[in-house]
């Protein structure tokens, strides 16, 4: 796994662009130096807040780390570690984790924390929804083009409900369906 994830940040600063990459166990000697840096470093820069929505309250912790050592030799770009710890209440029940990341981006801890939760929004506002309310993962199309062609018209069916302002599009399958009517006029 680091032979690939290494030569894709490679390729990544190659092509002059930056990486902010989750690292995950199956990394073990990247995971385990993060996690005693962040064991025993201090951070360059700290944010913390306090989210209170869909019933759940989150607290979060964002340390970036730019003491690096010899791993920022070893990974190319390698500019700053962060450590992000989430606790607090889902459906009544008490959660905590922490999750590490790398990124050839040196920036403060409450800009990694915007980044992180931009990608989060689109996990949940587009991949989720079509994974679960498409179930696009189980489509029983399998033709040559059948699976991308069906993708391309998922997408399209997601913006229409999104630009007539539903904000559940499983909401906009129900009530939409066999109503073209509403639909072509926005094609015009």
Not at 162 to 175: D, N
Request: aromatic letters at 10%; charged letters at 20%; glycine letters at 6%.
């Amino acid at each position: 796994m680091h032979c690939t994830l290494k030569k894709t940040l490679e390729q990544i600063i190659g092509q002059h662009n930056d990486y902010l990459v989750c690292v995950k166990t199956n990394q073990r000697r990247l995971y385990e130096w993060i996690e005693q840096l962040w064991l025993t470093s201090v951070p360059c820069s700290i944010c913390q807040d306090l989210e209170q929505s869909h019933g759940r309250i989150v607290s979060r912790r964002i340390c970036v780390f730019d003491d690096l050592g010899e791993f920022a030799q070893q990974w190319v770009g390698l500019q700053r570690c962060i450590s992000i710890e989430r606790q607090g209440m889902r459906d009544g029940q008490a959660f905590a984790e922490r999750q590490y990341y790398i990124s050839s981006v040196a920036t403060t801890a409450t800009e990694f924390g915007a980044i992180i939760r931009g990608h989060w929004t689109i996990e949940n506002q587009l991949h989720w929804v079509k994974d679960v309310t498409f179930n696009e993962d189980h489509a029983p199309q399998r033709g040559k083009f059948a699976a991308a062609n069906w993708s391309i018209v998922r997408n399209f069916f997601i913006t229409i409900a999104r630009c007539l302002g539903f904000t559940s599009i499983a909401r906009a399958k129900r009530q939409l369906a066999n109503q073209l009517g509403i639909i072509f006029p926005l094609l015009q």
